[in-house]
């Protein structure tokens, strides 16, 4: 699991969250040549900035057996996870006074996104990948979507959820920033229709169900 980039981007993201919470920089310093390593890995990992390595949204609730990502297309989640550690570690890099790593990272960063967004989203549609839960919200939270399309990809994700009686298919890796983008857009209404409702995968299924 830690070669997967949903995984293993803990190495840059949790140091990260550290120095948000606790405004110390000594974890950074610390752990700072293990991220550029972390991100030479994954540079190798990808094809002409697109990473397809890896589990995707593990154990999304689709019509197989739970396992490997049903609904969401692998290079979502891997490359979303990629472009969200590129800017993370030119944050830090600024933090810790690198400015030419700053640079460096966030140009990657760039490159990234513009690949990402050719690659998995369709205008058309204003949806990412096969427009599942995961695909829109992860590209929502991790700041992919470009400006002009963001109030359209989340009315997508809660159409897709109204449209489904409010069934959550979102996986491990998905769920949180499904939440998260709700959330963010004043949509705990839908939250709560979703995790009160007996009736499919979720906490009010789990009640019901003893």
Do not use: C
């Not at 919470?21 to 002409?48: C, H, P, V």
């Not at 396992?67 to 472009?83: C, M």
């Not at 790593?101 to 960063?109: F, I, Q, R, S």
């Not at 890796?173 to 229709?193: E, F, P």
């Amino acid at each position: 699991f830690r070669d997967s980039p949903e995984w293993g981007s803990n190495s840059i993201i949790m140091p990260w969250y550290m120095y948000e919470w606790y405004g110390d920089k000594q974890i950074l310093e610390q752990a700072y040549s293990m991220m550029q390593r972390y991100i030479t890995f994954l540079q190798s990992k990808s094809k002409n900035e697109i990473i397809y390595h890896g589990l995707g949204d593990w154990y999304d609730i689709g019509p197989k057996n739970p396992g490997n990502s049903q609904l969401t297309p692998r290079g979502i989640t891997a490359t979303a996870f990629y472009y969200y550690d590129l800017t993370i570690i030119s944050k830090i890099s600024n933090v810790l006074g690198k400015r030419e790593d700053a640079k460096k990272y966030a140009e990657m960063a760039s490159k990234v996104k513009t690949a990402y967004n050719k690659t998995f989203f369709t205008n058309t549609t204003k949806q990412y990948g096969s427009g599942s839960q995961t695909a829109n919200a992860i590209s929502v939270y991790m700041d992919l979507v470009e400006p002009q399309y963001k109030d359209s990809v989340v009315k997508n994700i809660v159409k897709e959820l109204e449209e489904h009686n409010n069934k959550l298919s979102a996986g491990d890796i998905g769920y949180r920033y499904l939440l998260r983008v709700l959330d963010d857009n004043d949509r705990s209404d839908v939250i709560y229709n979703m995790n009160s409702n007996p009736d499919v995968p979720g906490y009010g299924y789990q009640l019901a169900k003893g």
